[in-house]
C-alpha cells in the first residue's frame, strides 16, 4: 500500500512585515507544483492549536501570485510565544495531534527568533513520540537580527523605506531652516539592535547629507557629548537631522522612551523616543524642531519594498519546499552572502539547535568611532540589500492588494482546545 | 530706444511640499524658452529683502529638468510674513528697490494664502509707485486651504502618500489584531481644514477597509461617541484604525494635542495627538495599540508623488509665465476642474484682490454624518487628485534628486537689510 501524500502546515510568527506573503506566495506555488497542498495556520501557531486551518488549495492561484504584492500577514499572525516541553507540554502535544488529524508532515514556521526556537522543540517532540514531522524554519524580521542568514526579509524593504524618507525630508528641513525648523528627528524601530537605525545612513553618500546624526541602541546615549554634535551640525550644514533607534538608553540604562512624560491620565507615556529627544534640543538648544514617528508605515510600506528583499523572500519560501521535499529537516534556510561587488547570494541552510537563542548583534565595526553615524563597512553591508524596486499594481491612484477567502479545513478533534492567556 | 528684457523674479515660500520644485522647473524652463532670466530668492521673500538672488539662468538645463523629480524647496523657502503696508513699509520699499536693481519686471510667488496677500500688497505697491510689476502669485500648500482653484499643488502628493500608507498599514494591523496589537492611529498635517485627514478616506473602497475612523479639526471630538465608535470597529472587524488630523479639538475648543503631557523638563509637551488618542483608547477600552506620525515625511515622500499633482505643479509654473508674457498681472493662476469622470483641468486665473483672506473648508457635506469618515462627494473630489504615479530615478536602491549650485547674483546696493525677528 502506497503511503498516503502528506500534507503541509504553514503559519506566520510575530510581527509581519512588507514581504513575509512573498515568502509565503513562493511556498504555496512550490508546494503546488510538488502535489503538497499547504494549509495555513489561522493566526499563525494559534491556528494550529485551535484547529483553525486554511486550505489554501482553494485559492485561486491568482491570488496566490498577488500575495508576493501584498503586505501583512495573509493568513494572520500572532504573537503567542510556546515555552520549554515542560510548561507548555500540552501545546506541543495539542499540535502533534492537529497535524495527525490532518495528515501533516511537513512544518513551515515563518517567524523571528522565537519562532525557531518553536520549530526546534517541535522537531525534537515529534522525533521522540515517532511521529515523522519536517520541520523547517523561515526567516522573516525587520529586526534583522537572526544568526548565519545574510539578512532576514523584511529588513531590507525596512532599510530602504528608511533611507529614502530620510534623504526626502533632508531636503525638505534644508529649505526651511535658515528660518524656521532646523532640526528634524525620525523614530525608527528596533529595540534591541541598531540595523533599522543603521540603514538610515545609506541615505547620506557625501559628509553633511542627511541623517547626520544616528542614534543606536547599541550605544549609551551621552546627552553632552548629543548636544554637542547637534550644535555643530546646525553651525556647518544649516540644520541637523537625526535618525533615532526607539531603543536608546541613557548611562543609568533607561530607556530614554521611558523617561517620559505623564499624559493627562496620570500615567507614564512611554514610547515616542523622537519628541523627547527633540524637545531636549529644542530645551538645551533652543532650536525649532519638527519630529515623526514611522511605527508600522516602515514595515508595512511595500510600495516602496526592496526587490533584493523580495527576491529573497520568495526564494526562501521556495527553497524550503524543495529542502523539505529532499528530506532535509530541523533546519533554518539562511540567505548566503557570496560576493559583495557585485551582490550575489544563493539560499542555505543551518541545523535548528545551532540557530536557537542566538541573536545576531551589529558588529562595533559598524559604528564609527563617535557613535554617531554608520562605517563603509555597515555600508558595504547594508547596501545591496535595499537595492531594487517592485512596486505593485496601481489602481485608482493606490496599490492593490489581494485579500483571500481563506476557506477553512473542516475541524477533524472534538475536544477544544483553550489558549493560555 | 528699445527697452532692456525685464528678469523675473521668483520665490519659494512657507512650508515646502514634494512637488513645489515641479512648479519652478516649468516656471523656469518656460522663461528660458520666451528668452526671460529668472532670479530666485535665496530662502523666499528674505533673498528679496536681503539682495540675495540666485541667477538660475546659470543652472545646467540638466538640473532644472530634475527639479521636476526634486522634494523641498530648492532655493530655499521660508516662514516670514510680510503686515499691512503701514507696519511693513521699509519692506515692501526695499523689495521694489532691489527689483529695480535687477531689472526685474516680473514677480513670481509660490506659496499659500499668505504669500498671495504679498503678492497682492506688491502689485498695488508697485501701481502706487509708479514701478511696471507684473505680479502673479503660484499656489502651492498641502493645505488644501486656497479658494478658487480645485486643488493646491502639493496636496494631491500628500494625499497619495497618506491613503496609501493607511491602506499598507490596514494589512499589518488585521494580521495581529487576533492575539495583539488592535488599535492604530495615525496623526496627519491639517491644523485647521480636514483635507489631508480626508484623503486617508480614499484608501477605504468598502465598508470596514482601512480607516474605519477619521478624526476631522472640523468634528468636535467628543470623546464618547469616538469610543463607543472604536468599541464597535474592534468588534466588527476585529481592529480599529484612526487617522487623526493634528488640529482636532475637544468640546473646551482646547486642541487635543495641547491637553498633553508634562515632559521631562516640566514643560507642557505640544503636538502628538497620535500617542493621546491611543492612549486615551488604552485607557478606557483596554486596547493594545501602536501610533505613527507621518509631519515632514508626508509631505516630502516625492517618490509616491501623485503625477496629476505633478502635472498640475508643472502647469501652473508654467501659464503663470505665459500668462504674465500676455500681460496678465495681479492674479492667482488656478486649476480648473472641467470634468470629474474622466477628471480633466486647465489652468486658469483669479484677480488677487478676490484670492486675498479667503480660506476654503471642508464642505460639510464631504464629512458622513457621524463625523467619522468621508462622503462619496469627498471621494468624488478627491480621487482624481491622486491618480498616477511619476517616480523619480532610483540608483542604489534609492531616488535621485537633484542639488542645484545656486550660483548668486553679484549685489547692486550698498546699504544692507536688517530682517525683522
Known sequence: MVARKKNAFYAQSGGVTSVINTTACGLIETARKNGVKVYAGRNGIIGALTEDLIDTSKEPAKNIANLR?????????????????????????RILKVFDAHNIGYFFYNGGGDSHDTVHKISQLSQVMGYPLTCIGIPKTIDNDLPFTDTCPGFGSVAKYIATSVREVGYDLESMAASSTKIFVLEVMGRHAGWIAASAGLAAERIGEHPHIILFPEIIFDEEKFLAKVDNCVKKFGCCSIVASEGIRNKEGIF????????????????????????????K????????????????????ASKTDIDQAYAMGKTAVEY???????????????????????????MLEEVANVEKKMPLDFITRDGFHITNACHEYLSPLIQGEDPPLFKNGLPQFTKLKNPSVRKKIKEEFKLKK
Open 256 to 283: 530614554l522612551s521611558d523617561l517620559g512624560c505623564i499624559d493627562a491620565f496620570g500615567h507614564v507615556q512611554l514610547g515616542g523616543v523622537a519628541p523627547i529627544v527633540a524637545k531636549l534640543i529644542k530645551h
Open 324 to 350: 523539505a521535499l529532499q528530506g532535509k529537516s530541523n533546519i533554518m534556510v539562511t540567505i548566503v552572502r557570496k560576493s559583495n561587488k557585485p551582490y550575489r547570494w544563493t539560499i542555505g541552510w543551518k
Open 285 to 304: 538648544l533652543g532650536y525649532k524642531y519638527h519630529w515623526a514617528v514611522a511605527d508600522y508605515l516602515q514595515r508595512a510600506a511595500r510600495h516602496i
Open 69 to 93: 504584492y501584498t503586505p501583512g500577514g495573509a493568513f494572520g499572525s500572532c504573537r503567542y510565544k510556546l515555552k520549554n516541553h515542560e510548561q507548555s507540554k500540552s501545546e506541543y502535544e
